[in-house]
C-alpha cells in the first residue's frame, strides 16, 4: 500500500479546514465546573476541582470529539503534522503547572490567575497554524480579562475568572463556527 505523501502547505491546509470545536468546547465546560465549585464549596475542594477539571481539558476534548465530528482518536485518518504541533501546544500549557503550583503554595487564590492566562497561550499558535485572529484574539483577551478581574474581584476569583473565560470560550467557539475556510 503505498501512502500519499503530503507536504506541509497541505497539511496546514488540511488542518486549517478542522471545526476545531472539540478543545474549546471542553474547556468551556472544565471553567464552568470550576466557575461552579467557586460558588458552592470551600477553598481547598476549589483548587482540586480547578486542577482537576483543567487537567481533563484534553481528555475532554477527545470525547467531545466523537460528536463534533474531529474524532481525535480516528487511527484512520492521515497523519497531520499540525495535530502534532496543536498537541504540543496544549503539553506546553499543562507544563506551566510548573509556574502556578508554587504561587498556589503562597496563595491558593493565585490559581484561577497564572491557571487562567497560562493554558490560555496555547491559542497564540493557533494563530498561525490556520491563518486566522481567533487564537490571538482569545489568547490575549482572556490574559487581559483575567488580570483585571483578579485585582478587581479579589473575593470572587474563583468565580468571576473562570466564567469571564467560560463567555470567552463562547465567543470564541461562534467565531470558529463562522469562519470562512
Do not use: C
Not at 7 to 15: D, I, R
Not at 73 to 93: E, I, R, S, V, Y
Not at 121 to 137: C, E, K, R, S, Y
Amino acid at each position: 500500500m503505498t501512502q500519499l505523501i503530503r507536504t506541509l502547505e497541505q497539511q496546514k491546509e488540511e488542518f486549517k479546514k478542522a471545526k476545531l470545536l472539540a478543545t474549546p468546547i471542553a474547556g468551556l465546560i472544565a471553567w464552568l465546573i470550576v466557575g461552579l465549585g467557586g460558588i458552592f464549596l470551600s477553598s481547598t475542594a476549589m483548587v482540586w476541582v480547578l486542577f482537576v477539571a483543567t487537567g481533563s481539558i484534553v481528555y475532554l476534548g477527545m470525547f467531545v470529539s466523537k460528536f463534533t465530528g474531529e474524532n481525535f482518536l480516528d487511527k484512520t485518518k492521515p497523519k497531520n503534522t499540525f495535530d502534532k504541533l496543536f498537541l504540543l501546544t496544549a503539553g506546553q500549557a499543562i507544563l506551566v503547572y510548573a509556574i502556578a503550583i508554587p504561587f498556589f503554595l503562597v496563595d491558593y487564590s493565585s490559581l484561577p490567575l497564572t491557571v487562567g492566562i497560562l493554558t490560555g497561550l496555547m491559542w497564540l499558535p493557533l494563530t498561525w497554524i490556520i491563518d486566522h485572529w481567533v487564537g490571538a484574539f482569545h489568547a490575549i483577551t482572556r490574559t487581559f480579562i483575567v488580570l483585571i478581574l483578579w485585582y478587581l474581584l479579589p473575593v470572587y476569583r474563583f468565580v468571576a475568572i473562570p466564567f469571564s473565560i467560560v463567555i470567552l470560550y463562547i465567543v470564541t467557539i461562534v467565531i470558529l463556527m463562522n469562519r470562512k475556510v
